[in-house]
């Protein structure tokens, strides 16, 4: 079992920027790749960005690239997600989820956060 918390979402207005963590415990952080995921209201759950268990390789969604920065720490057990220029169509929950095998398909991620909110004003 990989238990996940993620925190720093809140209200930011166009252009601010955030920085998301999200806190792992359980089995060894290390052996999982890591996604950020987000779902705003009526839409469907997306992908926003991955990371392998090293790090050495990171993959983003279209509409968030140039814009997010996915990063881990895996001494502290933590995945970062730094968003900046943020636009009001970011707004949503993001979680973050763990997975043994890099991918994009949020079927394929084993355990999951509760989310944190991060909402954009225009």
């Known amino acids: 079992q990989v238990q996940l918390v993620e925190s720093g979402g809140g209200l930011v207005q166009a252009g601010g920027s955030l920085r998301l963590s999200c806190a792992a415990s359980g089995r060894t952080f290390s052996a999982y790749a890591m996604g950020w995921f987000r779902q705003a209201p009526g839409k469907e759950r997306e992908f926003v960005a991955a990371?392998?268990?090293?790090?050495?390789?990171?993959y983003y969604a279209d509409s968030v690239k140039g814009r997010f920065t996915i990063s881990r720490d895996n001494a502290k057990n933590t995945v970062y997600l730094q968003m900046n220029s943020l636009k009001p169509e970011d707004t949503a929950v993001y979680y973050c989820a763990a997975t043994p095998s890099f991918t994009v398909v949020p079927e394929r991620y084993d355990y999951w956060g509760q989310g944190t909110q991060v909402t954009v004003s225009s």
């Open positions: 990371i392998t268990r090293s790090g050495g390789r990171l």
